[in-house]
C-alpha cells in the first residue's frame, strides 16, 4: 500500500520559515519524480516544486527564490523549505509521487501565514 505522509504545516509569520516533510512508503522512493503542489480555498491545485530523480528541480515562478525543494533517498522524504512565506502561501500543501503513469497524492498538510 502506497502512503505519502507530510508533515510540518502550521501557522507560521510573514517572513518566518517553515519546513515541510513527506515521508513515502509502498513505493520505491528513489525511482519517483516527487513534487509539492498546494492548494487555496477557492482555487485549483498548482504545482509549487518537482524534483527529480536525478536532482534537478523545478520551481513555479511565485516560489523561485524562497523556497527549496530537497529529497532524501535513504529516508524516503522530500522536503520544503520556505523562507520569506507571505499570506498569498496560505494553503493546503500536498506532497506528490510521480512515475510514468502512476501518481500518488498524500493527505496535505496546512500552511498558514499571518501575522
Known amino acids: 500500500q502506497v502512503q505519502l505522509v507530510e508533515s510540518g504545516g502550521g501557522l507560521v509569520q510573514p517572513g518566518g520559515s517553515l519546513r515541510l516533510s513527506c515521508r513515502g512508503s509502498g513505493i520505491i522512493f528513489s525511482s519517483y519524480d516527487m513534487g509539492w503542489y498546494r492548494q487555496a480555498p477557492g482555487k485549483q491545485r498548482d504545482l509549487v516544486a518537482t524534483?527529480?530523480?536525478?536532482?534537478?528541480?523545478y520551481y513555479s515562478d511565485s516560489v523561485k527564490g524562497r523556497f527549496t525543494i530537497s529529497r532524501d533517498n535513504a529516508k524516503n522524504t522530500v522536503y520544503l523549505q520556505m523562507n520569506s512565506p507571505q499570506p498569498e502561501d496560505t494553503a493546503v500543501y500536498f506532497c506528490n509521487a510521480r512515475i510514468a503513469i502512476q501518481n500518488y497524492w498524500g493527505q496535505g498538510t496546512q500552511v498558514t501565514v499571518s501575522s
Open positions: 524534483i527529480f530523480v536525478g536532482g534537478g528541480t
